[in-house]
């Protein structure tokens, strides 16, 4: 029996070394025991390390598929991994394809921890709330986090882009991550009672959230798998969530009775039936129901197609009912979206919410999305400026979009500014050139153009706002009766 003590429970490398100086001695996986340095007493505790066999000569390799899928694997808390990713590398030898075989149990159980360490490390950089300790120069921002892996190595890059200009540490029990503003450093877990709880930050987070809190959108079941109740206790904002919920009921009704604004008069309301479905397509017979859009979203939720992921909070994918007949497309997540993972729910969606409601058209029955799905941006000091994206995250990111409109099949769909456009389209597109008239697009779908709401809230001067979010109300109508129309001709 062969035991080899790696150096910490993330010894990629060390493992990596072992591994290979075993298999090029052929020794079988099931003579190989896995531990790491510190571990408590196990079966195999008073037996001594063995020494690693010396590497003969020649060399083997692995497809970097595999070195990939290790690099991840090896952070998941199951003290299996070390010997299953032996097995997998030992059975690679003899048949190079073996990752290719995705109904392998080793690959499958493998890939399981993968995606289980990635959901992980996408938590953390969503549910991590610093807490200010000090004052003025002595300030520091602390958190704490109970990983489910060991993501603290992993994630800490993160943070240290996105809160570049202030101090932080992240307490958990594995391992502790500090930032000086040049270099991450790492200390032993510590217990939770060495983080602090309450600060003058709770209170800033709570109004944020009660300001994004939309009762019309609320789905309780979708919102605790998002935020699941265990990583309530470290969230500020977690006990305005039951009083919110409770109220919603009562707050949606009172949004419904509201009297409608004059002198518009509310088209009929737009509402999803089969009539105003688009048919299915060739292309998108792969995606058939809600499922398919989850799994989307999951997928996406790890994208990296551009290098946009690296500062953003996470994706903020689409949102709304998987066979929506209208389909909205807006630029990329803003600021608040980027911290909610929620597309439009900052002030752009504020005038959204207000000008669909105008046009008649119930946003609770749309599909809402964005062209590029990460927020880009500067730090400006403790602000982030949104910067407009670049043609080539437009293209990155086009998959997503071409995927949800396979996924939904909209009756049409409506791109909200220049950014919206040219995804929608595949080109450049001046919004002014091509608004006020619907376009069919290549794959059959129907499509409008018109402004994006944040630039209305650009605008500085009262009587031009009033006269284009008048047009943009009627550029809203307009959508509503044409894909109404061409529900009926599908
Ligand atoms: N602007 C957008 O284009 N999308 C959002 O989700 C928010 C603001």
């Not at 500020?236 to 109220?247: G, N, V």
Request: proline share 7%; glycine share 4%.
């Amino acid at each position: 029996m062969h035991i080899v003590t790696l150096d910490s429970d993330t010894d990629f490398d060390g493992w990596r070394q072992a591994a290979r100086a075993l298999a090029m001695n052929n020794v079988k996986p099931a003579d190989v025991t896995w531990r790491v340095q510190g571990e408590t007493a196990d079966l195999f505790d008073d037996q001594a390390e063995t020494k690693l066999p010396e590497v003969p000569e020649g060399t083997f390799s692995v497809p970097a598929s595999f070195v990939e899928l290790a690099q991840s694997a090896i952070l998941h808390r199951d003290q299996s991994r070390f010997g299953l990713l032996y097995r997998l590398l030992w059975r690679l030898r003899s048949n190079h394809d073996l990752m290719t075989i995705a109904t392998d149990p080793d690959v499958a159980q493998a890939h399981a921890m993968a995606r289980a360490v990635r959901r992980d490390e996408h938590k953390m950089h969503a549910f991590v709330r610093f807490r200010e300790i000090g004052r003025e120069r002595e300030t520091r921002y602390v958190a704490w986090f109970e990983p489910e892996h060991h993501i603290v190595e992993l994630a800490a890059p993160f943070f240290a882009r996105r809160f570049a200009d202030m101090p932080w540490s992240i307490l958990t029990p594995d391992l502790c991550a500090h930032w000086d503003g040049s270099r991450v450093s790492f200390t032993p877990g510590v217990a939770k009672a060495e983080a602090p709880s309450e600060d003058r930050l709770e209170e800033v987070w709570r109004r944020y959230y009660a300001s994004i809190f939309n009762p019309a959108r609320l789905k309780v079941k979708a919102m605790e798998k998002e935020m699941p109740k265990k990583y309530w206790q470290n969230l500020p904002e977690a006990s305005l969530i039951k009083p919110l919920i409770t109220s919603a009921t009562q707050r949606t009704g009172a949004m419904i009775a509201e009297p409608g604004t004059e002198p518009h008069k509310p088209q009929k309301r737009v509402e999803e039936t089969a009539m105003t479905r688009k048919p299915k397509t060739k292309e998108s017979k792969a995606y058939d129901d809600a499922g398919d859009l989850e799994r989307l979203r999951e997928e996406a939720a790890h994208c990296r197609a551009c290098p946009l992921w690296k500062n953003a909070t996470q994706t903020v994918f689409g949102e709304g009912p998987p066979h929506a007949p209208l389909m909205l497309v807006g630029e990329q997540p803003g600021d608040k979206e980027d911290l909610a993972g929620h597309p439009f729910v900052g002030p752009a969606g504020q005038m959204l919410d207000r000008a669909l409601e105008e046009a008649g058209i119930d946003r609770t029955k749309v599909y809402v999305t964005n062209a590029v799905k990460h927020f880009k941006f500067v730090p400006r000091g403790k602000i982030r400026l949104h910067q407009k994206p670049a043609t080539p995250e437009i293209k990155a990111c086009r998959q997503w979009y071409e995927r949800e409109v396979a996924a939904i099949r909209p009756a049409l769909v409506v791109a909200l500014g220049a950014t919206a456009a040219q995804s929608v389209f595949g080109k450049i597109t001046p919004v002014n050139k091509s608004r006020g008239h619907v376009v069919e697009l290549p794959d059959g779908i129907k499509a409008i153009v018109t402004v994006h709401p944040s630039y209305l809230l650009r605008l500085p001067d009262a009587e031009a706002k009033a006269r284009e979010y008048e047009r943009f109300v009627e550029d809203l109508k307009l959508a509503g009766a044409a894909m109404k129309r061409s529900a009926r001709a599908a």
